[in-house]
C-alpha cells in the first residue's frame, strides 16, 4: 500500500512562487505516473500536472503552462510541483496521486490528503 503525503502548500501572494512536495512510503515512486490535481471550492477536480514513471515525460494543464512545472527525485522518492506566477485562480486544494506506470489519463491508484494553496491578489 503507497501513501503519499503532500506539504508545501500556504498563503502567498500574486506573482508569488510554491514548491508542493508528495512523498511516497511503501512503494518506489519511480514506478508510478504522478499526477497534481486540485480542486477549488465549488468547483471539479481537475488535472495540474504530471510526470511520467519513465523517461521523465511532464504533461500541464493549459491553465498553468510556462508557470508550472513537475519534477521528481528518485533517491527520495519524492515528486514536487514548482509553482511560479501564482494567480488568485490558483487557489485550491492541491493533490497528487500515483498510477502504477501510468500515463496522465490512467485510474490513479493512490491518492495523498492534499494541501491547501492560497493565493491573496
Known amino acids: 500500500q503507497v501513501q503519499l503525503v503532500e506539504s508545501g502548500g500556504g498563503l502567498v501572494q500574486a506573482g508569488d512562487s510554491l514548491r508542493l512536495s508528495c512523498v511516497a512510503s511503501?512503494?518506489?515512486?519511480?514506478?508510478?505516473?504522478v499526477g497534481w490535481f486540485r480542486q477549488a471550492p465549488g468547483k471539479e477536480r481537475e488535472f495540474v500536472a504530471g510526470?511520467?514513471?519513465?523517461?521523465?515525460?511532464?504533461n500541464n494543464a493549459d491553465s498553468v503552462k510556462g508557470r508550472f512545472a513537475g519534477s521528481r527525485d528518485n533517491a527520495r522518492n519524492t515528486v514536487y510541483l514548482q509553482m511560479n506566477q501564482l494567480k488568485p485562480e490558483d487557489t485550491a486544494v492541491y493533490y497528487c496521486?500515483?498510477?502504477?506506470?501510468?500515463?496522465?489519463?490512467?485510474?490513479?491508484?493512490?491518492w495523498g490528503q492534499g494541501t491547501q494553496v492560497t493565493v491573496s491578489s
Open positions: 496521486a500515483a498510477a502504477w506506470r501510468g500515463t496522465m489519463t490512467s485510474r490513479y491508484d493512490y
Open positions: 511503501g512503494g518506489i515512486i519511480n514506478n508510478y505516473y
Open positions: 510526470i511520467g514513471w519513465i523517461g521523465g515525460i511532464t
